[in-house]
C-alpha cells in the first residue's frame, strides 16, 4: 500500500508537493453567445517561467482528468496522472520548462462547470450551467496562459481529450504556440465513439436520482453515472490487455454480483469514479467531445491550413477508441498543407490508455521532439 505522501519521502526527480490554484477572471463568452460571469480556473503549475516568458508548455487533460498532472497534494498516496512525464531530468523537464495544467471548463475539479455556484440563485448550476465546448475549454485556457503574460507556448501537449484541445489550440491561436503534440486523439469523433458516449449519458439520464440534472450530494445518480465509466472504461483497454490481466477469472473475494474478476474490477471502477467525478460533468464533457469537429479529408485540410506550429503525433496499434487511421488523417491534412509533423505509431498492448502509461519509448519520444524544437531542428 502506498504511504502519503510528505516532503521528506518525495522522489528527488518529483515536482514535490503542489497545490491546485484557482484563479478568477471577470467574464467568459462562450461559442454560442452564453457568457460565464465569473470565469474560474483550477490550475497547477511546475518549474519556472523564464524571464523571455518562451519555455511554457501547456499540459491539456482527457476526460476524467484534472489540472493535477504531476508531483503529490500533501497527504496523498499517488501522484498526478502524467507524473512520469513531469518533473526534474523528465520529458517534461522542469528544470527547463515551465509546465501548466488547468482543468477544464464544464468539470468539476475546480473550474467553472456545474459545481459552481450561481451568484442568481445561491445554488450550483447542476444542469443550467451552459454547454461548453473544446474551444470554450481552449478560449478559458488562452486566458490563464495570457495572465503569466506568455505571448507564445513552447508546445501544447495532451492526450485524448487533451490531444483534440492542443489541436484546438493549433487553429484558434495559431501563433501563439511553437509546438504540438497530440496522442491517441482524433479531429472528430466517429459515430462508433459518440454512441459509446451516448449509451453512457443514457445510464445516467436512466438512474432513478437523475431529476434532470438537479440532485444533492447525498442524493445523486451514483448507479447511471457508475454504469457510465464501467462502459467507457471497457473502450480503454485493448483485447489483448484484458485477455492478459483477467481471462476468464472468477472475481476475488466474496462478490456476488458478478461471475468473472473483469466484472468485479469495472464494479470498483464505476463506484470509486462516483467518489471523485459529477454525473452532470459527465453529460457536459462527453457531449463536447462528441460536438467537436475540425472535419476529414479536405475539410480538415482546410482548418489545417493556417496552423504554424510543428507537430508530434503520436498513436497505439492496439487503441480501438480512437485507431491509429484517426491519427493518419491529422497527419496526412498538415502533410499536404507542408506543416512539419512527425508520426510514430507505437505497438503498446495496452490500449487507449497507453498515452497515461509509463513508457520508455514514449518517453523517449516526447524527450527527442521537444529537444529538436530547442535545437531549432525542423522535422
Given amino acids: 500500500m502506498p504511504t502519503p505522501a510528505s516532503s521528506e519521502s518525495i522522489d528527488p526527480h518529483s515536482v514535490g508537493i503542489v497545490h491546485t490554484q484557482i484563479i478568477r477572471f471577470e467574464s467568459l463568452t462562450l461559442d454560442n453567445g452564453e457568457v460565464l460571469l465569473p470565469l474560474e480556473i483550477a490550475y497547477e503549475t511546475y518549474g519556472t ?9 501547456l499540459v491539456c487533460h482527457a476526460l ?10 500533501e497527504g496523498e498516496k499517488r501522484p498526478g496522472y502524467w507524473d512520469y512525464y513531469i518533473g526534474p531530468g523528465k520529458a517534461f523537464d522542469t528544470n527547463q520548462y515551465f509546465i501548466i495544467s488547468s482543468n477544464v471548463i464544464g468539470g468539476c475539479k ?24 473544446i474551444a470554450d475549454m481552449v478560449s478559458a485556457q488562452e ?12 508546445a501544447v501537449a495532451g492526450g485524448s481529450m487533451g490531444g483534440m484541445q492542443a489541436l484546438q489550440w493549433s487553429v484558434a491561436y495559431p501563433t501563439r504556440l511553437k509546438n504540438c503534440i497530440i496522442m491517441a486523439s482524433t479531429s472528430e469523433h466517429s459515430a462508433q465513439q459518440i454512441a459509446f458516449n451516448e449509451v453512457g449519458r443514457q445510464a445516467i439520464l436512466a438512474d432513478p436520482h437523475w431529476n434532470n440534472g438537479i440532485y444533492t450530494n447525498e442524493n445523486k445518480p451514483s448507479k447511471g453515472l457508475a454504469l457510465a465509466r464501467m462502459m467507457g472504461h471497457i473502450t480503454y483497454l485493448s483485447d489483448e490487455m484484458m485477455r492478459e490481466k483477467f481471462g476468464r477469472k ?26 471523485r467525478f459529477d454525473a452532470n460533468s459527465y453529460i457536459y464533457v462527453t457531449k463536447a467531445l462528441d460536438h467537436f469537429s475540425l472535419g476529414t479529408g479536405k475539410e480538415l485540410t482546410k482548418a489545417l491550413s493556417i496552423v504554424k506550429c510543428r507537430f508530434l503525433v503520436v498513436a497505439y496499434t492496439s ?17 499536404v498543407n ?4 512527425s508520426f510514430v505509431e507505437l505497438n503498446n498492448p495496452a490500449g487507449h490508455d497507453s498515452f497515461l502509461l509509463q513508457s520508455e519509448e514514449q518517453d523517449s519520444i516526447l524527450r527527442d521532439f521537444l529537444s529538436s524544437s530547442d535545437e531549432g531542428e525542423t522535422l
Wanted: glycine share 10%.
Fill in 49 to 57: 517561467l523564464n524571464e523571455k516568458k518562451d519555455n511554457a508548455i
Fill in 64 to 73: 476524467s482528468g484534472d489540472a493535477h498532472a504531476a508531483g503529490y497534494h
Fill in 110 to 133: 475546480g473550474s467553472s462547470g456545474p459545481l459552481t455556484i450561481n451568484g442568481k440563485t445561491g445554488q450550483p448550476f447542476q444542469s443550467s450551467f451552459p454547454f461548453v465546448s
Fill in 143 to 154: 486566458k490563464l496562459v495570457s495572465h503569466f503574460g506568455i505571448e507564445q507556448l513552447f
Fill in 250 to 275: 472468477p472475481p476475488k473475494g466474496n462478490i456476488q454480483s458478478t461471475d468473472f474478476a473483469v466484472g468485479s474490477y469495472l464494479i470498483y471502477q464505476g463506484e470509486s469514479f462516483v467518489d
Fill in 319 to 335: 487503441d480501438w477508441l480512437y485507431p491509429p487511421y484517426q491519427s493518419e488523417e491529422i497527419v496526412k491534412s498538415l502533410e
Fill in 338 to 341: 507542408a506543416i512539419p509533423v
